[in-house]
């Protein structure tokens, strides 16, 4: 594995600049289908992204399970821009990827939610229990290592009794009803289905870690691709931030563009109360705090994914968005 993603990174690298020499004329987007990604599959379905990079710009824009196998896609240079947590934002930049993180995308919306039948009231009961995360290393694997940690136990990987196990989070909802998992640790709106199908919530986004204000996702860039392309990353916040507005402005409209986005992607259609609850438990914003992003990386060592920490004040590059905005609120 170290040894593929070091040939893809130097393959990047390499290849990169040639093919941006002139100016690009595709931006290749990578995001996921969960509501913490809400701008990305509002920008999309509302086409705000297109009409921002304009005519002569192809967006070509794909869906990811989740951050580890985004950053492979990038690292394989396959990805100009993507939303991603800030746990695999932060291991991509310490293995050396040419990215910045340049605006928050969401904060907050990962809850954990126990199988009805399984006897799970507590951080505690997870003791000698199958618990579900999207993939490891992502993100939401680095929040509920640490919160085992802090409730005395440990995944079974470390030595302890608690299995992690990697389930897609539109998968879980059928991994419960077949008993393969006891619990999950998902990103929304995919809880909100869980409890909404007789799951209990056991930690709600505020349980999961620093009272809810910490990222789930934010904006990358990389790095290449912005100095060959300033205007097409301006253009491409510039509808971010719109997607975020529209979001924070127009829930029922923004509710069914996001809900016919998951549909496409997963097959699953979510019904409007179960994003309400969802939306209730996540902020769609472009800010993030710096601190709690720094803190994540020390989750990440912590958890045993990371040796070494990026250099915070060249990772993130909040230029591109205050250019992109000014004059405009967020």
Do not use: C
């Amino acid at each position: 594995m170290k040894r593929s993603f070091a040939y893809a990174l130097s393959l990047t690298l390499s290849l990169t600049a040639a093919a941006l020499a002139q100016g690009a004329t595709t931006v290749r987007l990578g995001y996921f289908p969960n509501l913490t990604h809400a701008a990305a599959l509002v920008g999309l379905e509302r086409g705000t992204f297109q009409k921002e990079l304009g005519a002569g710009v192809k967006l070509d824009a794909k869906s990811f399970v989740a951050g580890t196998a985004l950053n492979e896609a990038f690292a394989a240079g396959q990805i100009d821009i993507g939303y991603i947590g800030p746990g695999p934002a932060i291991n991509g930049a310490a293995r050396g990827l040419p990215l910045q993180i340049v605006a928050g995308a969401s904060n907050a919306g990962a809850v954990l939610v126990a199988r009805k039948d399984a006897p799970i009231r507590s951080v505690k009961d997870l003791a000698g229990k199958r618990v579900a995360v999207p993939t490891l290393g992502n993100t939401q694997d680095i929040s509920l290592r640490h919160l085992l940690a802090e409730n005395g136990l440990k995944a079974q990987s470390d030595g302890g009794n608690v299995t992690i196990q990697p389930v897609a989070p539109a998968d879980v909802a059928a991994a419960f009803a077949t008993k393969q998992i006891d619990a999950a640790l998902v990103p929304e709106p995919w809880g909100a289905l869980l409890e909404a199908r007789g799951g209990r919530l056991v930690g709600d986004q505020k349980t999961v870690w620093r009272g809810g204000d910490y990222p789930t996702t934010l904006v990358i860039v990389n790095t290449t691709f912005a100095a060959k392309n300033p205007e097409l990353v301006r253009a491409f916040l510039r509808a971010h931030a719109a997607s975020v507005k529209f979001v924070n402005t127009n829930r029922p409209a923004a509710q069914a563009a996001i809900s016919r986005q998951l549909e496409k992607l997963t097959g699953e259609k979510i019904d409007a109360r179960v994003l309400q609850r969802a939306l209730a438990r996540t902020e769609i914003t472009t800010n993030f705090n710096l601190d709690a992003l720094k803190e994540y990386g020390d989750l990440n060592k912590e958890a045993g994914y990371a040796r070494t920490l990026p250099d915070f004040t060249k990772l993130v590059n909040l230029d591109y968005l205050k250019s992109a905005t000014q004059g405009q609120g967020r």
